[in-house]
Nanobody
Framework: QVQLVESGGGSVQAGGSLILSCAHSRSTTGARCMGWFRQAPGKEREGVAV????????HYSDSVKGRFTISQDNAESTLYLQMNTLKPEDTAMYYCAAGGAYFAPLGRCSMAEYNYDYWGQGTQVTVSS
């Protein structure tokens, strides 16, 4: 059974930092892409950052570009999201996802949630002003 387990969420003041982790079984998922998505209350889930598994391609939403960094460990068993200069509008439930579609002409993974097959339970991030 595929499992994605997020950790690292919490409460922080604006301007602070958090690191989210997602433990997963790469060999089980066989995913080409992994990513972080978030959903704020009353809003749809949106892509935040995606990464090509085993490759170097990363892609970010405009709202987090320059502040967040997605990465994976060498064993490809843990996905990370380093979040700096956090803002109140970053408050949301953050989800790790695996699967995805890699768009070779664009050189990046999809940011659309329907392209991802496996999801974690989420970890809450709350940023206060």
């Amino acid at each position: 059974q595929v499992q994605l387990v997020e950790s690292g969420g919490g409460s922080v003041q604006a301007g602070g930092s958090l690191i989210l982790s997602c433990a997963h079984s790469r060999s089980t998922t066989g995913a080409r892409c992994m990513g972080w998505f978030r959903q704020a209350p009353g809003k749809e889930r949106e892509g935040v950052a995606v990464l090509q598994v085993g490759g170097s391609s990363t892609h970010y939403s405009d709202s987090v570009k320059g502040r967040f960094t997605i990465s994976q460990d060498n064993a490809e068993s843990t996905l990370y999201l380093q979040m700096n200069t956090l803002k109140p509008e970053d408050t949301a439930m953050y989800y790790c996802a695996a699967g995805g579609a890699y768009f070779a002409p664009l050189g990046r993974c999809s940011m659309a949630e329907y392209n991802y097959d496996y999801w974690g339970q989420g970890t809450q991030v709350t940023v206060s002003s």
